[in-house]
């Protein structure tokens, strides 16, 4: 990175704008707030988690994918800061960089072998022995062993995603570079339509949510609850009837398949739907106001697309020498393989992963609770992991109340002051690799854009096509069911369980993000036009303003 910047420097940050740290060594960081992760600030403990354990196992991936670098995750006044290192010295880095890229093409042709034969199964025997444990009727030496467990197993799980993750996040990367150089006045975003259109846990989950909202289309009763009724209530008021009871047994269940998640990657304070249905409940109300379609019917069009652009482009090479049309379809391969491993990764280790943790230390609150060291259960939140375990320790002892106040007002404050969006050390851009070069694609990262014209918002494009309608600002999902047909969708981001949404609205616009974010690549699946890393969209556009989104020059137009 000194090669590119001989004299680092800090950040310049606003007049005005103090940033504590709380050890004052980690101010050599470059640090990035990752707005697309977590773009509200974060609790105390959900930033303990990310430092202590998220960010040792990405490091540890990362080197097990053969990556000369290493993460760093810090939580600066209450939001959520990622930053990237080398982890070898700066001396050796040309060298360790033409290792990482042979390993990582290496791995190219095998990443949904690797992730079905050896990742996949893994996961699913940590979230079994999480599952079988009694958090309820252990005693406190047994919770507390489980806790060392669960957290040995958290950074395992981050260890996992990003082994996977990197070459998943490559393969459409160098698929989308071989195609524009294979082919003559290519437009890049076409590439991403050889690897569209293969199943994955967000297009189930979306799709097994619009089949529980046909259960109860043709009852006039059942839609009036859901349309007047605040969301918080509509439980209590469907038992009234025979219909109704029978949708609570349906959202019941549809928690229980696909409930091990919130709307937010990196926060653990969130209810998981399991514990709360209502974001099930706001997206139902979506399909129901809407009539949406079959997603899979539309699936079914994107695959049939797919199938005809891999056809025609293996036409277009037909001529060129066998090495180039290997290596194109072991790309084509590779890409597609990491589109759909982008989804389920998401479902297996970021939601799920999160949904357990967060239970372990639900128990912790419960605990904490009824010896009066916390006032609510989800207090425990506002705690960091040692101050959680040195308590347990001495029979869950203390008094956190007076801490947890201060703690919660800090956050409270930071809510209403945007990030700075860099704080520590600049070292310069990163060098071009294979594996910046997907990062970039991943969170929008560019050279700067030039300024936009009065009343336009430039940002990257996600997904083709232009459109027309009433934007709709969107934070949380607890607001999903503010979304009528053919609205656009402006938020700071979207995770996989935001993906219901795409089946309603008419365009996206994100404040964050490329075009291999989660955002992009689901409304190229959906077929909706899409602006990411649009900056400062949710700021700009008001709720209910007319704007025009235009997915292939990447802008959007206030009206």
């Not at 504590?20 to 403990?45: C, E, F, G, N």
């Not at 009852?219 to 007047?228: P, R």
């Not at 696909?258 to 990657?265: A, L």
Request: aromatic fraction near 8%.
């Amino acid at each position: 990175m000194s090669e590119h910047h001989p004299e680092p420097k800090p950040y310049a940050l606003p007049d005005n704008f103090p940033v504590t740290w709380d050890d004052p060594a980690d101010s050599h960081l470059p640090l990035d707030q990752d707005r697309q992760h977590a773009p509200m600030p974060i609790t105390p403990l959900s930033g303990w988690l990310a430092q202590h354990y998220w960010g040792k196992g990405a490091s540890a991936g990362l080197a097990a994918a053969g990556q000369p670098i290493m993460m760093h995750v810090r939580r600066v006044n209450t939001y959520y800061y990622m930053g990237v290192t080398p982890s070898v010295p700066m001396e050796q880095m040309q060298e360790a960089g033409q290792k990482a890229e042979a390993i990582l093409k290496s791995q190219l042709p095998i990443i949904a072998e690797r992730w079905n034969n050896e990742a996949l199964p893994e996961i699913r025997g940590y979230h079994d022995k999480w599952n079988a444990f009694d958090l309820r009727t252990a005693s406190d030496p047994e919770l507390l062993a489980h806790l060392d467990w669960t957290l040995e197993t958290f950074a395992r799980l981050w260890d996992i995603h990003m082994r996977t993750l990197v070459p998943a996040l490559v393969g459409p990367s160098m698929l989308q570079d071989l195609y524009t150089d294979l082919i003559e006045d290519a437009d890049p975003m076409d590439a991403y339509k050889l690897a569209q259109g293969f199943d994955n846990s967000s297009l189930r989950a979306g799709e097994d949510l619009w089949k529980l909202s046909q259960t109860v289309k043709d009852s006039s009763e059942i839609k009036a609850v859901l349309k007047n009724t605040p969301t918080n209530v509509v439980m209590t008021a469907l038992e009234g009837s025979d219909d109704g009871k029978k949708l609570i047994a349906g959202i019941n269940a549809y928690a229980q398949a696909w409930g091990r998640r919130s709307d937010t990657v990196i926060e653990i304070g969130d209810p998981s739907w399991v514990e709360d249905p209502t974001i099930v409940i706001e997206n139902l109300k979506t399909y129901l106001q809407s009539d949406s379609p079959d997603p899979r019917e539309q699936w079914n069009e994107v695959v049939a697309e797919r199938e005809r652009f891999v056809a025609d482009v293996q036409a277009q090479i037909a001529g060129y020498p066998e090495p180039v049309k290997q290596q194109f379809n072991m790309m084509v391969g590779a890409g597609q393989a990491g589109h759909w491993i982008q989804e389920d990764h998401n479902w297996w280790i970021d939601q799920q992963g999160n949904h357990q943790v967060r239970q372990v230390f639900l128990e912790f609150g419960d605990r904490l609770y009824r010896t009066g060291a916390i006032e609510d259960r989800n207090d425990v939140f506002m705690l960091l992991g040692d101050e959680i375990i040195d308590s347990a320790n001495a029979g869950f002892s203390g008094d956190f109340k007076a801490a947890i106040i201060k703690r919660r007002t800090e956050m409270d404050k930071w809510a209403k002051i945007p990030a700075a969006a860099h704080v520590g050390t600049d070292y310069g851009s990163p060098p071009d690799n294979p594996v910046t070069r997907a990062l970039g694609r991943l969170f929008g990262w560019g050279p700067p854009r030039e300024e936009a014209p009065s009343g336009t918002i430039a940002g990257s494009p996600g997904s083709s096509g232009k459109v027309t309608g009433t934007a709709r600002i969107i934070v949380k999902l607890t607001d999903a069911g503010r979304l009528s047909k053919g609205e656009i969708l402006v938020t700071p981001t979207t995770s996989p369980p935001w993906t219901p949404l795409f089946a309603t609205a008419g365009g996206i616009v994100t404040d964050t993000g490329g075009a291999l974010s989660h955002c992009a690549i689901v409304a190229r699946e959906y077929q909706i036009p899409a602006v990411v890393g649009a900056t400062g969209a949710t700021y700009a556009i008001k709720d209910g303003d007319q704007i025009e989104v235009d997915g292939d020059a990447g802008t959007v137009r206030i009206l």
